[in-house]
């Protein structure tokens, strides 16, 4: 049996390098298998906490908060979509795509986190907003990802309509702020090992097996 390794997996479900990152990592697991066991956990981190309800059009908000022009954002979304696609996920985003306000999708993958359905969501709500194009401003968006994950859709709503966990979330938030997490995806292994970035599955499976040998 492989060294039993924590990763806090710090990420949001609109940020794209975060699914290219989490299907690398989980690859990178796969492949040092043989050196290490994980207990993977996920994290939520808000890129854009004051996003209004609507949502934003994704290409005037990267305009606006980086300064990219069209032909940097298109050869942006073509790297992501290619990268994506090597680990098996579709992008469909272009540049007619929004970008939404993730606050209860954090809540209720907290929730999931109860259930032991966490890693489930997370994929689930992914697919929703890269590959479907759906509007995280619909509740039943959201709904009907807790169904793909195996969970409850009704129970969810009664979460989304309660107002539950917002506490936990933003205290879980607060923590990984004061951790130093300023972007993600953020893997942390250990509470002491951080990997920033959407790495390539090497560079995964190289910092598992190192952490795997020290260890020793």
Not at 111 to 135: D, P
Not at 164 to 169: C, K, L, M, S
């Amino acid at each position: 049996m492989g060294k039993a390794l924590r990763i806090d997996f710090v990420s949001d479900v609109v940020c794209p390098w975060c699914v290219i990152g989490l299907k690398s990592l989980e690859t990178a697991i796969a492949n040092a298998a043989d050196v290490v066991t994980v207990d993977m956990h996920f994290q939520p981190f808000e890129l854009n906490p004051d996003m209004a309800p609507e949502g934003e059009n994704v290409a005037e908000h990267i305009a606006r908060k980086y300064g990219a022009d069209a032909e940097r954002s298109k050869g942006t979304r073509d790297l992501i979509r290619s990268s994506a696609a090597d680990l098996g996920f579709t992008m469909a985003t272009n540049a007619d795509s929004r970008i939404w306000n993730t606050f209860d999708c954090h809540r209720l993958l907290h929730w999931a986190g109860l259930a032991g359905r966490q890693r489930q969501l997370k994929m689930a709500l992914f697919t929703a907003h890269f590959t479907e194009q759906r509007s995280f401003a619909d509740p039943e968006t959201l709904v009907a990802a807790v169904v793909v994950a195996g969970l409850d859709g009704d129970a969810a709503r009664k979460v989304l309509a309660s107002g539950a966990y917002i506490a936990e979330v933003r205290a879980d938030e607060r923590h990984w702020r004061e951790q130093g997490i300023s972007a993600v995806p953020a893997i942390v292994i250990d509470g002491k090992y951080l990997i920033s970035g959407g790495q390539p599955v090497a560079a995964f499976e190289k910092a598992l097996r190192s952490i795997a040998a020290e260890a020793l």
